[in-house]
T-cell receptor
Framework: GQNIDQPTEMTATEGAIVQINCTYQTSGFNGLFWYQQHAGEAPTFLSYNVLDGLEEKGRFSSFLSRSKGYSYLLLKELQMKDSASYLCAVTDSNYQLIWGAGTKLIIKP | DAMVIQNPRYQVTQFGKPVTLSCSQTLNHNVMYWYQQKSSQAPKLLFHYYDKDFNNEADTPDNFQSRRPNTSFCFLDIRSPGLGDAAMYLC??????????????FGPGTRLTVL
């Protein structure tokens, strides 16, 4: 079967750094997405990784290791508005997008 | 601004009363998707269209149907909503140019309540 694993919930402090992990077991791999979803709203695209390594985009960075079936999303200088769920999704060999259930990130002052 | 629009944002229906949700896009994307998302769960793909080619997910209940009359619009029909169909319904689009990097862009969603 196809599976995406993320922690259900994480808590961090405003101004700090947090790393959200994602591990996947899928039939093939054609890239990994991270989306941000605020409560009651639609997911918004954050990043796409298909090659190993770190992609940096402002305060957010995303890392991929294909050999380990592992990715993380790194959020720096946390702000209260970063409180949201972060969804990891993998494109499999059939170009189907397999979604994780998301990690709810709670930011405390 | 190019975008994905969903109407209504909130829909309340009665048990068994048909309901239609609509989605439109100004991105001129080839592919349109309908997802169902329940609280703290992954989005579940119901259907997708590549242009007018309809693709039904194997486990999508027969109670759900979809129409795409033209490139810009897509509809989700729920013939006889049950209490278990209460969820957020998300419409998304993508260019559909192939490859794993085909990013999906989402509308704001329709929150369906079944009484």
């Amino acid at each position: 079967g196809q599976n995406i694993d993320q922690p259900t919930e994480m808590t961090a402090t405003e101004g700090a750094i947090v790393q959200i992990n994602c591990t996947y077991q899928t039939s093939g791999f054609n890239g990994l997405f991270w989306y941000q979803q605020h409560a009651g709203e639609a997911p918004t695209f954050l990043s796409y990784n298909v090659l190993d390594g770190l992609e940096e985009k402002g305060r957010f960075s995303s890392f991929l290791s294909r050999s380990k079936g592992y990715s993380y999303l790194l959020l720096k200088e946390l702000q209260m508005k970063d409180s949201a769920s972060y969804l990891c999704a993998v494109t499999d060999s059939n170009y189907q997008l397999i979604w994780g259930a998301g990690t709810k990130l709670i930011i405390k002052p | 601004d190019a975008m994905v629009i969903q109407n209504p944002r909130y829909q309340v229906t009665q048990f068994g009363k048909p309901v239609t949700l609509s989605c439109s896009q100004t991105l001129n994307h080839n592919v349109m998707y309908w997802y169902q998302q329940k609280s703290s769960q992954a989005p579940k793909l119901l259907f997708h269209y590549y242009d007018k080619d309809f693709n039904n997910e194997a486990d999508t209940p027969d109670n759900f149907q979809s129409r795409r009359p033209n490139t810009s619009f897509c509809f989700l029909d729920i013939r006889s909503p049950g209490l278990g169909d209460a969820a957020m319904y998300l419409c998304a689009t993508s260019r559909g140019e192939g490859g794993g990097s085909d990013t999906q862009y989402f509308g704001p969603g329709t929150r369906l309540t079944v009484l």
